[in-house]
T-cell receptor, first 113, second 111 residues
Framework: NAGVMQNPRHLVRRRGQEARLRCSPMKGHSHVYWYRQLPEEGLKFMVYLQKENIIDESGMPKERFSAEFPKEGPSILRIQQVVRGDSAAYFC???????????FGPGTRLTVT | GENVEQHPSTLSVQEGDSAVIKCTYSDSASNYFPWYKQELGKGPQLIIDIRSNVGEKKDQRIAVTLNKTAKHFSLHITETQPEDSAVYFCAVNFGNEKLTFGTGTRLTIIP
């Protein structure tokens, strides 16, 4: 019974490049959440998606960031033209229903050089 | 606003003793209060949660208590062991599906 999968686990990008982070939810889960964690800080909500729909993107910067959760395949968090301040750990969580328990993946650690 | 405060930020406890971490929140409409344990280099692991219609919940050495009137909830770990050393985060669902996290408590168990 696999948990939430994220890849890559580590990603290094130079300033100006694009970063693509992938998340496969737990089996049977159709709700996906993305959170960002800066060093020595708590997690901050970015975006909440269900299959083919963005439900809440209030925590995601308006520019350069986008997310999708297609009918088939993993959820993708995309960061265009990365800057040093984007360096962080990005975590994906999934849940069975709205208001159900959220289970987290191992995260993707993005480093922008 | 939707705020969660967590105390203490660091906690050292002798092995075998109890540890208590407390969180306060701002909005009485909150309905779900999970606790997560995060080890170095790993994702947060859900260890226990409580919903607004329950005052206390226990799972072996871990318990959570909720006081909705005072808007605070606490994590209690009894008979602490070295493997309990980690960063613990409280979180609150303010009725909008997303979780708002506290700033974390670094728990160190002293052998």
């Amino acid at each position: 019974n696999a948990g939430v999968m994220q890849n890559p686990r580590h990603l290094v990008r130079r300033r100006g490049q694009e970063a693509r982070l992938r998340c496969s939810p737990m089996k049977g889960h159709s709700h996906v959440y993305w959170y960002r964690q800066l060093p020595e800080e708590g997690l901050k909500f970015m975006v909440y998606l269900q299959k083919e729909n963005i439900i809440d993107e209030s925590g995601m910067p308006k520019e350069r960031f986008s997310a999708e959760f297609p009918k088939e395949g993993p959820s993708i968090l995309r960061i265009q033209q990365v800057v040093r301040g984007d360096s962080a750990a990005y975590f994906c969580a999934s849940s069975r229903d709205r208001d159900a328990e959220q289970y987290f993946g191992p995260g993707t650690r993005l480093t922008v050089t | 606003g939707e705020n969660v405060e967590q105390h203490p930020s660091t906690l050292s406890v002798q092995e075998g003793d109890s540890a208590v971490i407390k969180c306060t929140y701002s909005d009485s409409a909150s309905n779900y209060f999970p606790w997560y344990k995060q080890e170095l280099g790993k994702g947060p692991q859900l260890i226990i949660d409580i919903r607004s219609n329950v005052g206390e919940k226990k799972d072996q050495r871990i318990a959570v208590t909720l006081n909705k009137t005072a808007k605070h909830f606490s994590l209690h770990i009894t008979e602490t062991q070295p493997e309990d050393s980690a960063v613990y985060f409280c979180a609150v669902n303010f009725g909008n599906e997303k979780l708002t996290f506290g700033t974390g408590t670094r728990l160190t168990i002293i052998p």
